[in-house]
């Protein structure tokens, strides 16, 4: 009995061992097999890494050198939760390193779910590398650049800005986000089993970005922001603009808006406030596009600037009543007197008999370049709002040659003014100078013929000598420019009585013409004249940057007077 019990006992332990033989054989026929490959894969990550090497971003300089975008060397710190064997203590540590909440840092180590977790991006590098010091298990470190502007608010809605992978978001940084980008390198990394790297077999070099050059200069846009800052408290305006241009080459100077903001804090920040408004935004320009009226008549051979009319107080165009801004009795102004006085029934007078020719007002509006894009080296230029001819009405002619009816953008408006200044050849607006040792093509074109533009600038001399623009003079230097003072439209299809955008643009030395400054105020309070509210800010900003670039009085009879 007891025999046969042992027996018993021993082929069932046999018939034990063969299913359990059976059963890891084909577990290991089904590993091999089925699974070889996936699993393959997994040992293979699990002793090496592919580790991507971040380039440097290329640095954003202005026309004489200094830095307005630089790569700052910052650490981000990361974690593996299933490695980390002291959380508690880990996370303390980390919050007073790095001025981080403990708790959020303690959830982020304990969730055993994930293998990686940043735990810092870009953090300050002495406090990470003290937390390096303390060599936890489980915590990583590599360094990585953190995009600054060194200059904070100045040239910020011009520069945009890089997010935190260092890519560009915005502005310059968006625009030649390429260029500055550079390519990153690889290296596939052998790591022994307790994760720790322990030799590189392969290696594929980063490359750094490219360093663009601009044609901004920091202390022009810098006192151009401070010159709006001061107009916008003055006026208690909604906001202010303005472009500085060198008329020869199409090179911006500055583009300056108030209120800004600080690129170093973009995501506290609205997005109207990061809009380069120069660029993005259109309004209606007012007087300053009486310009392009008599422009197309002296070219078309219908008037010279001494040819006399005889004006009204206010003229009927179509369905409404065209006047002047102040009250008058009859005048008889040449060309030169309707510019230089701003007369709205002298620019509609000149517009109806350009209207009848073949080549008529609106012609003129898109040989100035309004209703195109300049095509300037920025993301998201508007084209601005221009009626095709099909679409105007009886009233248009009434409207469009005093800037009403459409809207054009600050720097179209500067690179119209700039081809007078220029002997009448347009310039492509850029502001980037040279992109490593490429620099770029610029457009040009002849809008008026230098005779033209030689007249247009003394009408706009006469303006700042005795018309609307007096305010805007220099001692010193001959100034040519134009005021314009524009209603905002509303909602309901009419125009305000209470807002209105007060500008003023020129150039200086009106001789030999070395800036364009264009300059708008937002809905100024207390007076909305571009001559009483623009034209003083225009002065202020030329009256430095003539200094700081040197440029040399062409009036010194008039900087000798007392």
């Known amino acids: ?32 097999g089925v699974k070889a490959q996936s699993l393959g894969s997994l040992a293979s ?89 303390r060599k936890f298990d489980g915590l990583g470190f590599y360094g990585e650049e953190r995009r600054t502007y060194p200059h904070g608010e100045e040239g910020a809605a011009v520069m945009g800005y890089a997010g935190v992978d260092n890519k560009g978001l915005a502005g310059l940084e968006l625009e030649y ?48 922001e401070a010159e709006l800052q001061k107009a ?10 303005a472009v500085v241009m060198d008329p020869r080459n199409g090179s911006i100077l500055a583009m300056a808006n108030a209120p800004g903001f600080d690129a170093n804090r973009f995501p506290d920040t609205s997005q109207e406030l990061q809009r380069n ?18 422009a197309g008549a002296l070219s078309d051979g219908l008037v010279t600037p001494s040819t006399r009319f005889t004006l009204p107080y206010q003229i009927h165009v179509s369905d409404r009543w065209i006047h002047d801004a102040d009250p008058r009795d009859t005048v008889n102004y040449s060309v030169s007197e309707i510019l230089s006085h701003s007369s709205n029934v002298g ?47 009886g009233s248009t002619i009434g409207n469009i040659p005093l800037g009403q009816g459409i809207a054009v953008t600050p720097v179209q408006m500067a690179a119209s003014y700039a081809a007078v200044a220029n002997g009448g ?9 040279r992109v490593g040792s490429m620099r770029p093509r610029l457009a040009r074109r002849r809008i008026v013929s230098k005779a033209v533009a030689g007249e247009l600038t003394q009408m706009l001399k006469d303006v700042v000598t005795e018309g609307t623009g007096t305010l805007a003079d220099i001692p010193g230097y001959q100034v040519a420019g134009k005021t314009g003072t524009a209603a905002k439209a509303d909602e309901s299809g009419g125009y305000s009585d209470t807002r209105y955008v007060a500008s003023f643009v020129g150039f200086v030395p009106a001789g030999k013409p070395r800036l364009v400054i264009l300059v708008t105020v937002d809905e100024p309070q207390g007076d909305i004249f571009g001559g009483k509210v623009a034209a003083p800010v225009f002065q202020n900003i030329a009256k430095f940057d003539l200094q700081y670039l040197g440029v040399p009085p062409d009036s010194p009879l008039a900087a000798a007077a007392p």
């Open 425 to 433: 050849v347009w310039v492509q607006p850029h502001l980037v100078k």
């Open 45 to 133: 990550g699990q002793h090496s890494q592919a580790v991507t090497i971040p380039p440097h971003r290329g640095t954003i300089f202005d026309r004489t050198g200094v830095q307005l975008a630089i790569g700052q060397q910052a650490t981000t710190v990361y974690a593996d939760p299933r490695q980390v064997t002291r959380p508690q203590v880990v996370a303390v540590a980390v919050g007073r390193a790095l001025h981080l909440d403990p708790n959020v840092v303690y959830r982020q180590l304990t969730d055993r779910s994930k293998g990686f977790v940043y735990i810092a991006r870009q953090a300050d590098t002495r406090g990470a590398a003290r937390l390096a010091r």
């Open 177 to 224: 986000d390429r260029e500055l980008a550079g390519r990153a390198g690889l290296q596939t990394v052998v790591k022994d089993g307790l994760g720790r790297a322990i030799d590189i077999i392969s290696s594929t070099t980063e490359r750094d970005g490219q360093d663009v050059h601009l044609t901004l200069d920091q202390r022009i846009q810098a006192t151009a």
């Open 347 to 393: 620019a509609v007078t000149l517009a109806q008999i350009l209207s009848r020719q073949r080549r008529g007002v609106s012609y003129w509006m898109s040989r100035f370049g309004f209703g195109h894009k300049t095509r300037i080296d920025y993301p998201g230029e508007s084209a601005g709002i221009v009626l095709r001819p099909e679409e105007w009405s």
């Open 232 to 241: 916008v408290q003055q006026w208690d305006a909604k906001g202010a603009s």
């Open 1 to 32: 009995m007891a025999a046969r019990g042992a027996n018993r006992r021993i082929r069932l332990l046999l018939l034990v061992f063969t299913l359990v033989f059976f059963a890891a054989f084909g577990r290991a026929m089904w590993l091999q």
């Open 277 to 294: 408004r120069t660029v993005t935004d259109t309004y209606e320009p007012g007087s300053t596009f009486k310009l392009v009226t008599v």
